[in-house]
T-cell receptor, first 113, second 113 residues
Framework: GENVEQHPSTLSVQEGDSAVIKCTYS??????FPWYKQELGKRPQLIID?????GEKKDQRIAVTLNKTAKHFSLHITETQPEDSAVYFC????????????FGKGTHLIIQP | DAMVIQNPRYQVTQFGKPVTLSCSQT?????MYWYQQKSSQAPKLLFH???????NEADTPDNFQSRRPNTSFCFLDIRSPGLGDAAMYLC????????????FGPGTRLTVL
């Protein structure tokens, strides 16, 4: 099955700076990579996703890049704001026997004022 | 608004006492998932239904069962909860398969005494 590794586990940046979270995956058949943001005590919410036929996708301050050869993908947040503080999960989907997502262990992003 | 609803939001049970968590959706999605999320960990897929077809993850304990009587409802039954089953249980839906966005419910926080 799919295995997703995520780094770092904690990331602290100054407000206004950029944040980058990286994930690697093991299954070369994986074709869909969403990123979820989870605030304390709340449900995970999709913030951006990328499919394997695209190398980069951007939505305002958030961007995701995918390198299929190296089997890694990254989340980039620019001009960070206090409300960006949360736990971010990457996930992979290979469409194997199970149709669920395999999540990385999460990154706790802390925006310092 | 179309949404994923989970009841109850908080559930307290005693060691070994069966408990049922419920999930309903107004999105008319074909797929419903149950995830277990322990403190400071990523969501872990337990099982999912594609329509009426049940798919169990290989490492989901037999103690966990699920029912989907119709498109809108899905239940998670824990037959004999142990202390290690205390967690947040998240229900999610997607239109067809995980290639599409998964919409999460608010979760049920299970406490086992």
């Amino acid at each position: 099955g799919e295995n997703v590794e995520q780094h770092p586990s904690t990331l602290s940046v100054q407000e206004g700076d950029s944040a980058v979270i990286k994930c690697t995956y093991s299954d070369s058949a994986s074709n869909y990579f969403p990123w979820y943001k989870q605030e304390l005590g709340k449900r995970p919410q999709l913030i951006i996703d990328i499919r394997s036929n695209v190398g980069e996708k951007k939505d305002q301050r958030i961007a995701v890049t995918l390198n299929k050869t190296a089997k890694h993908f990254s989340l980039h947040i620019t001009e960070t704001q206090p409300e960006d503080s949360a736990v971010y999960f990457c996930a992979g989907y290979s469409g194997g026997g199970a149709d669920g997502l395999t999540f990385g262990k999460g990154t706790h992003l802390i925006i310092q004022p | 608004d179309a949404m994923v609803i989970q009841n109850p939001r908080y559930q307290v049970t005693q060691f070994g006492k069966p408990v049922t968590l419920s999930c309903s959706q107004t999105l008319n999605h074909n797929v419903m998932y149950w995830y277990q999320q322990k403190s400071s960990q990523a969501p872990k897929l337990l099982f999912h239904y594609y329509d009426k077809d049940f798919n169990n993850e290989a490492d989901t304990p037999d103690n966990f069962q699920s029912r989907r009587p119709n498109t809108s409802f899905c239940f998670l039954d824990i037959r004999s909860p142990g202390l290690g089953d205390a967690a947040m249980y998240l229900c999610a839906t997607s239109l067809n398969q995980a290639y599409n966005e998964q919409f999460f419910g608010p979760g049920t926080r299970l406490t086992v005494l």
